[in-house]
């Protein structure tokens, strides 16, 4: 039996950095290089050219993605030097067909990607009757950022076929490992490898994890946390900009500043509305929060304090994880002391009375956003995000996604001293009129 194959998927815009990952990914140990359908989209068949040229002695995978007219999107990539073309298992049985013709002409192989497909096993068998000559069970990046997961039909798809099954979507090593104890033959990772800040590094990585799992036979483990723990892990890695970036730059809660710099929140809002003054409903709200809630306060006014230190501690000792206040604040000095990050539109040093107007846990708008309760809450010194409870897990995802972005380029301007512009190909990319 031969060892699994590790297949970079070269998800870039840059031709240049594309070939410089690509020489980093296969010193880590990677088999096949695959040029991303953001590369041929972004560079056309010169991608799949450059990268031949380049490596000479790597499988070159092109990530077509074809849907319709196979003969001619696979005659173009194996032409431009691709040894294996990605087609799309939607696609008509003669797409497939004329894909496979195509791919026999001119020496290439055909690879049929099973995303959005309703039915993969079924697919799967139809395609490799039909000549394709490898399976790609592929969960796509936008569906990984709603939790799927291509482990949940890969031992199945495997079992249906005889030809080889290749596995992707957000694999990192111990995905990439639990897909060879499932029967992948092919290990595809992207986003893991190169938007690393050490490709080489990680290549490796998912290379010994894969390799002792053939090796060792390893059995089929999924450690799956409870979600609402897994958007929290994720939000304590990320900041407030990757959040606001993950949601096409969304905007933050305006006017309202930490009291404490430096401290980073993240829970689920517990909601509250009150009127200039009246501290009743934000001090109960103490009460109703749990451990590693966030409770925001809209008020109606900024007069008189809704909050100070003494309601400051209850929360210390109620393990909440931050107060946000679009109102004001008083006892700022202790509240600094106690280092607790209360984040406010202004500090006062006056209290109103506790009336007992307003409610607790409804939907409110507070500096000029909406949060509904059990909506998410992410603080820092930047300032403050609200990400819809019903979206929360997608947008912690994708924010890690920029995080890790920005990580591989931050790399590349310390070690290797180059300008944003000149990595992102930033005048490529300007708008034309
Ligand atoms: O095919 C892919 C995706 O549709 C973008 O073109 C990726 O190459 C594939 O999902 C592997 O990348 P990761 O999911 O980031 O590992």
Redesign the pocket.
Known sequence: MEKPILQV???LLELKRAVEIASEAIEGGVDWL?V???LIKSEGMNAIRELKRNFKDRKIVA?M?TIDTGAVEVEMAAKSGADIV?ILGLSDDSTVAEAIRAAKKYGAEIMA?L?NVPDPVKRAKELEELGVNYINV????DQ?MKGMDPLEVLGRVVESVSIPVAA????DAEKAANCVALGAKIV????????SRNVIESARRVREAIDRAWKEGKKFEIRRKKLEDEIREILMKVSTPNVSDAMHRAKAMKGIYPLVRGKKVVGKAVTVSTMDGDWAKPVEAIDVAGEGDVIVIKVSGYEAAVWGELATRSCINKKIAGVIIDGAVRDVDDIRALGFPVFAAREVPNAGEPKGFGEINVKIVCGGVEVNPGDWIIADDNGVMVIPKERAYEIARRAL?VKKHEDRIRGEIEEKGRTLAEIVELYKWEKVQ
């Open positions: 998927a070269l998800d695959e991303g359908t953001p990530d993605k990605i990607d995303i592929h969960v796509g990046i990984q992707a979507g957000g694999l595809i990772v992207g986003s893991n490898i190169v938007k996604e």
